[in-house]
């Protein structure tokens, strides 16, 4: 009786049962509905072939698409004092850190890393939306002054890659003072004649537009990238008028006056080798 219990019955139900398949398996095209195998859009650089929608990309890949042969050394940041307004809602902030953390396996929103591009040394700031919106808290405000002031002091340009919804709200106007100080790392750097680029990606909206994001000496936004202030349904809402199509998009940023150029991501690490080059940061 043993044997049918233990042996026999696990292997009919394994046969009957529906396999479990992954919720990461297969990606869908948030504009064509286009079903894209995993490992197929990560080699493509979360780009979707077909319709060229450009996803997310988690920020350590990025890393490794930018730099020569994908070697990087990250940059340790000190540590800042978690959760120090005793913020909750619905649910403690403390708790959503770790959530955050254990799910992204980053500290915060914000990973530094030097490496070279190009061939020569740059430092490389790349925000992820996946950390609680990319928001911009004190940790995240921490490690982009670390990364101006490293920058300043071994005399290295900078590259900047931008996604968030903006200020991280549970930690109120200890996050807006990250605007003035970030504006004032940027500002440093200007003054020692080190180039400084901007990479908007999709979205780049709030504070963090408000600050160091629009303060690049060139700004290059991915197709497609949602770029503003507050949301299009909030101005909207505000103004109580239809918005022009595209609004807030980077093409029609482009086309105002706002960036200097949309490249595609397969093609921004050669830009961004051509503008140094131009800059005269790689000899």
């Known amino acids: 009786m043993n044997w049918i219990n233990n042996v026999v019955r696990p292997k009919i139900q394994g046969i009957l049962s529906k396999r479990d398949t992954p919720n990461n398996l297969w990606i869908k095209c948030p504009e064509t509905g286009q079903m894209v195998f995993h490992s197929d859009l990560e080699e493509n650089q979360w780009v979707i072939p077909g319709s060229e929608y450009h996803m997310k990309i988690p920020a350590k890949k990025r890393l490794e698409f930018f730099y020569d042969k994908g070697d990087f050394e990250l940059i340790e940041t000190k540590e800042i004092k978690l959760d120090p307004l005793k913020f909750k809602d619905e649910k403690r902030y403390i708790d959503r850190i770790k959530d955050a953390r254990k799910k992204t396996g980053m500290d915060d929103a914000v ?8 061939g020569h040394p740059t430092i490389c700031i790349v925000q992820d939306f996946s950390f609680m919106g990319g928001s911009l808290g004190m940790a995240a405000g921490e490690a982009i002054i670390n990364a101006m002031s490293t920058a300043v002091k071994n005399k290295m340009p900078v590259v900047l890659f931008s996604a968030a919804g903006g200020a991280r709200m549970q930690e109120g106007i200890l996050s ?32 963090v537009t408000a600050s160091y994001a629009m303060l ?15 949301g299009p349904r909030v101005i909207e809402q505000t103004i109580k008028e239809k918005l022009p199509d595209g609004f807030q998009r980077a093409e029609y940023l ?30």
Not at 260 to 266: C, L, S
Not at 273 to 282: A, E
């Open 111 to 118: 990973i530094i890393a030097r490496g070279l591009l190009g």
């Open 216 to 230: 690049g000496d060139v700004h290059i936004a991915e197709p497609g990238a949602l770029i503003g202030f507050a």
């Open 176 to 207: 807006l003072m990250q605007m003035p100080r970030t504006t004032v790392a940027v500002q440093q750097l200007n003054d020692s004649g080190l180039p400084y680029i901007v990479v908007l990606t999709n979205p780049t909206t709030g504070g």
């Open 254 to 283: 482009l086309e105002h006056g706002m960036i200097d150029m949309v490249v595609h991501r397969h093609e921004l690490r050669d830009k961004l080798i051509t503008i140094f080059s131009h800059l005269n940061v790689l000899k």
